[in-house]
């Protein structure tokens, strides 16, 4: 944690500017100044009007939106069908039947779980492929290739009926599905500064978890009347809406800027969202002047000449220039050393713990909900309201008042930034997250109210959103010009936990009983979650002492990767 006593404005300024030989901020900057108190723009903007960060916060909230609508639809159909596992077994089997047949019936559900447990693997494994891609040529043709091949498989599965058809589908259909959940957060980091980034990410983290949820209960609801295959009749049109989206309103958000240490000295601050505003539209329009009104600074900016503004058929171009010269190999491997950082894979961890026992609940609480309190899939599918309520509750816990905190300990800091001043907000989530297990399994275990499960799901969700948030924010601030890397090597560990997780749950709770099974998946969740304590109070040291060893070395980033923060 960074010292909180108030250094003098010139020794931070060159304390920021010398983090590392090669302008490394590692996430430790300048937020506000020490005098006036005003929030300064990091990363700093450029006067062109193409740059993503001057964009008017309507467009960029339009951008969010997207983004959001884009997360939700990846899991909508990666996991939604899965409520229907019972009937999507006697169709693909016709002699499995679990009254009939029990034997055949359980070899040939543990079957069919492979279209899920594949896809969720492939989700993860495919970002490999695409985070490079977006990495050197650019978000926007990731998210429409990644996409399109989503709507594809999408289309496919709607005619297959053969088993080995279906699985490849499913398969190819994770790989393109998983895309847009890695690249989300560099494209959040491209558009927003990182005083505003808490909360669009609170959002992302929501309609990620919200995806799976809802997409359990329509599939549920259409299963009472209709064929289990109408769930991709009606998940492929809008799966082609989100692509529609990509392909004519998404521009390219990567953006190449002057690195932090050539434009510190003249960093605007400011004092209010209308100053911000203003500055935009000043940027807007050209006028390389500043308005009265605009940001000001210590130092006026140098004059240069204003770029055009780009046309609408412009911004649709699928192709720019090569954004950094690293080469793909470097790009595809780095993921795999970043895990090795001790914040790394504590944020891999949590995201493993919390998503990854998710996985776990779903992929049995057909099966629980049915044998504890006579359910039928569509009403398990209703049990994920709850699941949603505590999404949407999470928001502005892992977001505005991450914030909040995060802000608080920048003022007592003298205006200088640290990643860990975050961490302290993912205390509610040490209670939350395992007393959501514990009311999940005791409730099965002894039958209580069914709405004891159900309060479980909604606190499980509640920590997802708050606590992945948190941690993947914090790695994302520490380690900004690897953002996609970042996010791939903790995604990647998530789904890979969460992949093992599907396939032994159904086993441990039967040698272990609910309780004891969940019991554990409680204390483990706890036990990762603790490890903020200490990383907020060393986790600075910790990240600059192992950035300097050697096994770290290969995946240090090149300059071109430098984005101002």
């Known amino acids: 944690m960074a010292d909180t006593t108030i250094p003098a404005a010139s020794s931070r300024l060159e304390r920021v500017d010398t983090a590392a030989s090669k302008r490394r901020t590692m996430g430790h900057v300048q937020l506000r100044d020490h005098e006036t108190n005003e929030i300064i723009l990091i990363p700093t903007p450029s006067n062109d009007p193409n740059d993503p960060l001057n964009w008017s916060q309507g467009y960029k909230h339009y951008i969010a939106a997207v983004i959001c609508i884009a ?50 693997l492939m989700q993860g494994v495919g970002n490999f492929f695409w985070v490079p891609i977006a990495n050197k040529y650019g978000r926007r043709p990731t998210y429409i290739f990644s996409y399109l091949l989503y709507t594809i498989a999408a289309i496919w599965l709607c005619f297959e009926h053969s088993f080995s058809g279906f699985l490849a589908a ?91 240490g050539e434009k510190l ?81 504590w944020a891999a961890l949590v995201q493993a713990v919390t998503i990854g026992f998710l996985v776990a609940i779903s992929s049995n609480i057909d099966l629980a909900f049915h044998d504890t309190y006579g359910f039928e899939s569509w009403q398990v599918g209703l049990c994920f309201v709850a699941a949603i309520v505590g999404s949407f509750f999470g928001i502005p816990a892992g977001g ?18 640290d990643p860990e001043m975050r961490l302290p907000t993912m205390l509610p989530s040490l209670i939350t997250m395992p007393l959501s297990l514990i009311l999940y399994g005791v409730g099965i275990e002894h039958k209580l109210h069914w709405i004891c499960p159900t309060i479980g799901l909604a606190l499980l969700n509640f920590s997802i959103v708050q606590s992945t948030n948190v941690c993947l924010v914090y790695v994302i601030d520490a380690y900004r010009p690897v953002a996609g ?43 990762v979650i603790a490890l903020q304590i200490p990383l907020f109070f060393w986790g600075k040291k910790i990240r600059y002492v192992t950035w300097k060893w050697k096994v770290i070395s290969y995946i240090h980033w090149s300059d071109d990767r430098e984005v101002g923060e």
């Open 170 to 260: 499913r398969i190819i259909m994770g790989f393109g599905a998983g895309a847009a959940e890695t690249i989300a957060p560099i494209t959040i980091a491209d558009v927003f500064f990182l005083h505003e980034r808490g909360t669009v990410m609170a959002l992302y983290t929501s309609f990620l978890a919200v995806g799976a949820s809802l997409g359990v209960i329509i599939s549920g609801l259409i299963t009472i009347q209709h064929h289990w295959r109408v769930i991709y009749y009606v998940a492929t049109p809008l799966i082609g809406f989100v692509l529609l989206l990509a392909v004519f309103t998404f521009p390219e958000t990567a953006y190449i800027r002057e690195t932090q």
């Open 71 to 120: 997360m939700m639809m990846c899991n909508f159909l990666a996991a939604g069908p899965s409520i229907a596992i019972v009937k999507t077994t006697m169709d693909f089997f016709p002699g499995a039947h679990p009254g009939k047949n029990p034997a055949f019936f359980g070899a040939a559900v543990a079957q069919v779980s492979y279209f899920f447990t594949t896809a969720a």
């Open 485 to 527: 890397e970042i996010t791939l090597a903790v995604m990647g560990f998530k789904s890979l936990f969460g992949f093992l997780l599907s396939f032994y749950t159904n086993t441990w709770v039967a040698q272990s009983g609910y309780q004891n099974a969940f019991g554990a998946m409680a204390g483990i969740s706890a036990l």
């Open 265 to 345: 000295a003249a960093t605007p601050r400011l004092a209010s969202t209308d100053q911000e505003n203003a500055a935009k539209t000043d940027v807007e329009r050209g006028n390389a002047e500043k308005s009265d009104t605009a940001t000001t600074s210590d130092t006026e900016r140098p004059s240069t000449p204003v770029p055009a503004k780009k046309t609408y058929l412009q911004s649709l171009a699928i192709f720019s220039k090569s954004l950094t010269d690293e080469s793909f190999l470097k790009l595809v491997i780095r993921p795999i050393g970043l895990i090795c950082l001790p914040p790394v894979l």
């Open 400 to 417: 505005h008042l991450a914030d909040i905190v995060a802000d608080f300990f920048t003022k007592r800091n003298g205006g200088v930034r």
